[in-house]
């Protein structure tokens, strides 16, 4: 299976800040990363497919790089309703699907 | 527009089965895949498996072979999952997801959870 990490595993940051959160994966995966938000006691929800597609409807903020091993996402200028945790997808090698730990973002 | 709803919470004694379902709506269900991912209590996502619709071709995650089974009824537009021999740690929020585009495993809509607690 391939492993999925995320660091950091929490991070704080202020409005208007820009932050990078990172995505390593113990094999090559090409560009089959996604990346999702979860906001407290809601569903999950997908920013970005293919390591830098913007979903539609997600701001511009939001922007992804990498390829194989690893992975970014940046938010450019946070938002208060940023405050979320992020998750990392492999979708290269199935089954299993696999996820990151997350990494919890406060604003 | 594209919906997923779910069927509701659940409380369940070790060793029990638990069968919930997932009902599609604005969209074919047999166009997308949907899977089932879980998320135990402060933890993070765990893909448990997906079905196709279309002939009810499934795919499980090692860890619950033999023990889950996901179907589908066209009819009514809705998969199910069913987990069996229950133990405490499959306590979990259960999501169906819907593959945006077959085989990309790109989630692009979600159920709103069904909680089950496995507990004596």
């Known amino acids: 299976d391939i492993q999925m990490t995320q660091s950091p595993p929490s991070l704080s940051a202020f409005v208007g800040d820009r932050v990078n959160l990172t995505c390593r994966a113990s094999?090559?995966?090409?560009?089959?990363l996604n990346w999702y938000l979860q906001k407290q006691g809601k569903a999950p929800q997908v920013l970005i497919s293919?390591?830098?597609t913007l979903q539609n409807g997600v701001p511009e903020r939001f922007s992804g790089s990498g390829s194989g091993t690893d992975f970014t996402l940046t938010i450019s200028s946070l938002q208060p309703e940023d405050s979320a945790t992020y998750y990392c997808?492999?979708?290269?090698?199935?089954?299993?699907?696999?996820f990151g730990q997350g990494t919890r973002l406060e604003i | 527009q594209v919906q997923l709803v779910q069927s509701g919470a659940e409380v369940k004694e070790p060793g029990a089965s638990v069968k919930i379902s997932c009902e599609a709506s604005?969209?074919?269900?047999?166009?997308?895949?949907l899977n089932w991912v879980r998320q135990g209590p402060g933890q993070g996502l765990e893909w448990v498996g997906m079905?196709?619709?279309?002939?009810?071709?499934?795919s499980y995650a090692q860890q619950f072979q033999g023990r889950v089974a996901l179907t589908s009824d066209t009819s009514t537009s809705t998969v199910f999952l069913d987990l069996r021999s229950l133990r405490s740690d499959d306590t979990a929020v259960y999501y169906c997801?819907?593959?945006?585009?077959?085989?990309?495993?790109?989630?692009?809509?979600w159920g709103q959870g069904t909680l089950v607690t496995v507990s004596s």
């Open positions: 997801a819907r593959d945006s585009t077959d085989g990309e495993y790109v989630f692009d809509t």
């Open positions: 604005g969209y074919t269900l047999t166009t997308h895949y």
């Open positions: 079905i196709d619709p279309r002939g009810g071709s499934t």
């Open positions: 094999q090559n995966i090409r560009r089959y």
């Open positions: 293919g390591a830098s």
């Open positions: 997808q492999q979708s290269y090698s199935i089954p299993p699907i696999t």
